[in-house]
């Protein structure tokens, strides 16, 4: 831990609460435990595309590699329906690694098992699919390791979407001076989303920030706050503010570098987009950026 900047220790210590791993192996069998102590799943309607309902769960996620299976169990999980699951478990799910980087476990008509729930009761899930991707990125000449955890299920008309509140990825940022037509790139933010469920707005972290060819060795963290955010049909999480407003640096709003027209979408599978102007050193840009979390390689994998 002791490598990291100062400036990451946020995103560090929110890892280490969210998730806890042990693994066991013994002479016959490798397996990993994995806890998350706080996710947010989210029900869209897939008949109407609306967004039927957003709830805190915490979930734990085992992983064997020896059998090549994969499952999860859901703390106090709420059905479309309304019925309450303390304690719900989808297990052994085939597993497949991929060249994405992704490890996948998917099947359909499954049946979880629930304590205090005979099997006759519990509903059949069409289809169930949960992913797990472990990235990394520099961040002043030090690595940082992202952790992406996301599950998809499929029940009646409704799909249900799982993730945790907090991810982050890289990629390439263009910026276009709207005045001169200019265009450069840069390969150096990290952006970071965190989603206030209770607010319900989230809040964009970008580290090594380049918005304007000036920026980009001056290894500034800059910060969107107070961003709205929402679901929609395909199950992606979108963040919008179109009025002009100062970012945060070093907790303080900076007026140096207003931004407006700010679009953000997160696909617990693929990634994050992201593009707003920005007025910065004597320029007016447009910042655009794609962040997948496979980092370009073949995909395999779609949210919807």
């Known amino acids: 831990m002791?490598?990291?900047?100062?400036i990451l220790w946020a995103v560090a210590v929110a890892a280490m609460a969210l998730t806890t791993s042990c693994l066991n192996s013994d002479n016959t069998e490798q397996k990993t435990t994995e806890n998350i102590n706080s996710a947010i799943a989210y029900t869209i309607d897939r008949l109407t595309g609306q967004t039927v309902s957003e709830q805190s769960i915490s979930l734990e996620i085992l992983t064997n590699y020896t059998a090549l299976t994969m499952g999860f169990t859901l703390n106090n999980f709420t059905l479309p329906d309304g019925k309450v699951l303390p304690k719900a478990t989808f297990a052994d799910l085939?597993?497949?690694m991929n060249d994405t980087g992704w490890m996948l476990a998917e099947d359909t008509n499954v049946l979880p098992t629930a304590e205090?729930?005979?099997?006759e009761t519990m509903p059949m899930f069409s289809s169930v699919r949960i992913g797990a991707i472990n990235h990394v990125a520099d961040l002043m000449d030090q690595t940082v390791v992202g952790y992406e955890r996301a599950i998809r299920m499929e029940i009646s008309n409704y799909v249900i979407y799982?993730?945790?509140p907090s991810t982050w990825s890289t990629g390439t940022?263009?910026?276009?001076?709207?005045?001169?037509?200019?265009?450069f790139k840069?390969?150096?933010?990290?952006?970071?989303?965190?989603?206030?469920?209770?607010k319900h707005t989230a809040r964009i972290t970008v580290y090594n920030a380049v918005f304007a060819q000036a920026m980009e060795n001056l290894n500034l963290e800059i910060e969107f706050r107070d961003i709205?955010?929402?679901?929609?049909?395909?199950?992606n999480i979108r963040l919008v503010r179109n009025e002009e407003f100062d970012p945060y640096h070093k907790d303080t709003p900076n007026p140096s570098f207003p931004i407006s027209n700010l679009s953000c979408t997160l696909n617990i599978f693929s990634g994050i987009t992201i593009s707003f102007n920005c007025e910065a050193m004597?320029?007016?840009?447009?910042?655009?950026?794609?962040?997948?979390?496979?980092?370009?390689?073949?995909?395999e994998t779609t949210q919807q």
């Open 2 to 6: 002791n490598r990291f900047k100062t």
């Open 173 to 183: 940022t263009y910026a276009t001076d709207q005045s001169t037509g200019t265009s």
């Open 94 to 96: 085939p597993l497949k």
């Open 116 to 119: 205090g729930f005979a099997a």
């Open 282 to 299: 004597g320029g007016n840009y447009h910042v655009a950026a794609d962040m997948p979390f496979n980092y370009g390689l073949k995909s």
């Open 186 to 198: 840069s390969t150096k933010p990290i952006y970071l989303v965190n989603l206030d469920t209770e």
């Open 228 to 235: 709205p955010y929402s679901f929609d049909a395909n199950g």
């Open 162 to 164: 799982i993730t945790r």
